[in-house]
């Protein structure tokens, strides 16, 4: 297997290690692909009527990897998943930064219901008024700065970032745009352009990517005069997920934003993972005393629906609609439901989310962890997780470990020796302190 998929320019050492990393969370295998030279081809039978649900996913559905996590859900509550066989997990990882208020949030499913009852997709976005997209509105204008006072919602925070790399260059009619190192805004393929994964082989596959992309090191300030009067806009997260949360110093992201204002350039914050309270503030550039030109918002924005959003100002907005008319368009995007389930999500945030709980829950369940020595490094903020160790094989061991013992916890795409966990942010200090329990025993029943 090692040798026989393509490698893209990964040391041999770099492939075992990544797919090490990969097949150790494989479920028992049930006619999953066949890989060649020329890549996969899936050498399968037709499903029938005896096929199990498993054998469906694998061949009724595209997969992602070779080796998904397979739990078979039947619902969802709370921290809690449970599977066909009413096995209970602890969701630490809230589908990845997006169940922030836990799954199946009761004021946002009768948000949903009540939005259902009246309409659902009626036109094209833009072009009626709908009062499902102006109560979103209003709600997110209301919790953000006011020079953040524009909605553009959109499907995905992918979406998000693609619109937001557009109007930086239809604001300043440049080309160039800057990134950094290690930042990850999704799989689109402009957003994979202005990405930088330490995985090559996660971009060489869809290469060419945009031109005229400038990538600086993330926290270096001696690489900020790169951004020049060329630059139409620079995006980055405001904390690095994928990166295994790398949190910049605040002269950093001080220095960034009078860089982009001297050179007219637009400051772009992906917050699609770092925001909506993931970090013990509704936005986590809060912290650090910087307002962007341009703010995208995902994951749990969307209290469990999908959604993205470009925040900016009605002036820059306003730019979409001529030279050219129609410069961003969308079918879905500011859909009713999606828009009624994402007010009654910030409602939630803003009337029963208590911020400094958040960082003081996160705070306990860091210093649990860092009980035992495996953990080399605990980074860190809010209820945002990347716990570190010695390499990716005991990473996979554990999080296979936790899984069996009822807990869910996840990869990073780009940093194999860790894992995350990013619980939902109502979480209790009595289920903090469990899931900290169950961790450290996964680590000690999987030692060596």
């Known amino acids: 297997f090692f040798f026989e998929v393509p490698r893209c320019g990964l040391s041999m050492t770099a492939w075992r290690s990544l797919v090490y990393s990969l097949s150790s969370r494989r479920c028992p295998p049930l006619r999953l692909p066949r890989w060649s030279h020329r890549g ?8 029938s009527s005896q ?39 602890m969701d630490m990882v809230s589908g990845v930064a997006v169940n922030n208020i836990g799954h199946s949030h009761p004021h946002v499913v ?26 979103f509105s209003d709600t997110l204008r209301g919790l953000l700065p006011p020079a953040l006072n524009c909605v553009y919602p959109v499907n995905s925070g992918t979406e998000a970032n693609e619109a937001a790399l557009k109007l930086a260059k239809r604001v300043t009619g440049r080309r160039e745009l800057v990134a950094f190192r ?18 090559k082989a996660r971009t060489a596959a869809f290469e060419p990517l945009l031109p005229e992309v400038r990538f600086l090191d993330f926290n270096d300030e001696a690489g900020l005069d790169q951004i020049t009067e060329q630059t139409a806009g620079v995006i980055t997260e405001t904390i690095q997920s994928d990166a295994g949360v790398r949190v910049p110093d605040a002269a950093f992201l001080q220095k960034l934003r009078a860089r982009c204002t001297e050179v007219g350039a637009l400051l772009i914050f992906d917050e699609i993972q770092c925001g909506m309270g993931r970090t013990g503030r509704l936005c986590a550039f809060e ?25 900016s100002s009605t002036e820059h907005l306003t730019k979409f609609t001529f030279e050219p008319m129609l410069g961003h368009i969308t079918t879905f995007g500011g859909h009713p439901v999606i828009c009624a389930a994402a ?36 980074r860190r903020l809010g209820l945002m997780f990347a716990c570190d160790m010695a390499t990716p094989e005991r990473v996979t061991e554990v999080v296979k470990k936790c899984i069996e013992k009822g807990l869910l916890a996840f990869y990073f795409l780009s940093l194999p020796n860790s894992f995350r966990l990013s619980p939902p942010l109502n979480i209790t200090e009595g289920q903090i302190r469990e899931a900290g329990e169950i961790i450290l025993q996964a680590i000690a029943e999987t030692k060596q």
């Not at 054998?55 to 739990?71: A, D, M």
């Not at 009540?114 to 709908?130: A, K, S, W």
Request: charged share 25%; proline share 3%.
């Open 40 to 47: 996969m081809q899936t050498m399968m039978s037709l499903p």
């Open 51 to 89: 096929e199990s649900n498993h054998e469906k996913f694998v061949t009724q559905l595209g997969q992602t990897t070779p080796f998904p996590v397979s739990i078979e859900v039947d619902r969802a509550e709370g921290l809690y998943i449970y599977d066909k066989q009413q096995k209970r997990y």
């Open 110 to 135: 009768q948000a949903i219901k009540d939005q259902l009852d009246r309409h659902m997709h009626v036109m094209v976005y833009g072009e009626y008024i709908q009062d499902a997209q102006l109560r």
């Open 182 to 199: 290690g930042a990850y805004h999704g799989a689109t393929h402009g957003s994979m352009s202005i990405s930088s994964s330490a995985i």
């Open 287 to 311: 912290r650090f005393g910087v307002v962007p030109d341009a703010l995208t918002l995902g994951k749990a924005l969307g209290g469990g629906m999908p959604v993205g959003a470009l925040v």
């Open 343 to 378: 007010n009654a999500t910030l409602e939630v945030m803003a009337r029963d989310i208590d911020f400094a709980e958040v960082e003081r829950l996160g705070q306990l369940l860091e210093d649990l962890l860092t009980q035992d020595e495996e953990v080399r490094e605990v």
